[in-house]
């Protein structure tokens, strides 16, 4: 089966910049992530869904990122003006229930300059 | 923050040794999850392991859940140069909660 795939797998943006970020998890999972890799540190999660509705978004900086994924399939994670502090690698991934084991995408490294 | 170690640790080993690799943990969990993440990809989940098992097999993979030292363990035997890769603990943030916070990894490097 295919795995979950994100694009784009790079990003380079000056601060101020906006960008988004696209997922597409595995067929039939109903639980998405979205986490945060800041370089040399281990994922952190930002949000998670369970079909189209958030279950946890407390660690989504609201004023400048969002999350949808609206018929509980794909999804996308939007930086409204980025930072140099969100330079990092934004994996997303998904599991057949909470509490499944979870499959990571490959990731999208953003560089904010 | 969840871990007590805070800082990515780093290993470096020939091809053929074992490895121990730890976590000591801060709030109690009854599930540890581990990952290894290879250059360039996402984690993938190695082993997960409940307080009921105490240890956990997979392969060359050896999983251990201390919940009165708060700490868990994965060893590798026989490691290959193939093992080389970031290695992360995880454990939900509550007791049945799914919001697994993951630690500051240990990187491994297997010299072939």
């Known amino acids: 089966e295919a795995g979950v795939t994100q694009s784009p797998r790079y990003a380079v943006l000056q601060e101020g910049q906006a960008v988004s970020f696209w997922c597409d998890p595995i067929s039939g999972h109903d639980t998405l992530y979205w986490y945060q890799q800041p370089r040399d540190q281990g994922p952190q999660l930002l949000v998670y869904?369970?079909?189209?509705?958030?279950?946890?978004n407390s660690q989504l900086p609201s004023d400048r990122f969002s999350a949808v994924r609206p018929k509980g399939t794909n999804s996308t994670l939007k930086i409204q003006s980025a930072k140099q502090g969100d330079t990092a690698t934004y994996l997303c991934?998904?599991?057949?229930?909470?509490?499944?084991?979870?499959?990571f995408g490959k990731g999208t490294r953003l560089t904010v300059v | 923050s969840q871990w007590g170690e805070e800082n990515l640790q780093a290993l470096s080993i020939q091809e053929g040794e074992d490895v121990t690799m730890n976590c000591s943990y801060k709030t109690y969990t009854t599930v540890v999850q581990w990952y290894r993440q290879k250059s360039g990809k996402g984690p993938a989940q190695l082993i997960l392991i409940r307080s009921n098992e105490r240890e956990k097999r997979s392969g060359r993979l050896r999983a251990t859940l201390d919940t009165s030292s708060q700490s868990s363990s994965l060893s590798i035997t026989g490691t290959l140069a193939t093992d080389t890769a970031v290695y992360f603990c995880a454990t939900p943030l509550n007791t049945g909660n799914y919001k697994y916070v993951f630690g500051a990894g240990t990187r491994l490097k297997v010299i072939a």
């Open positions: 869904f369970r079909d189209e509705a958030v279950i946890d």
């Open positions: 991934a998904s599991s057949h229930r909470v509490g499944t084991e979870v499959f």
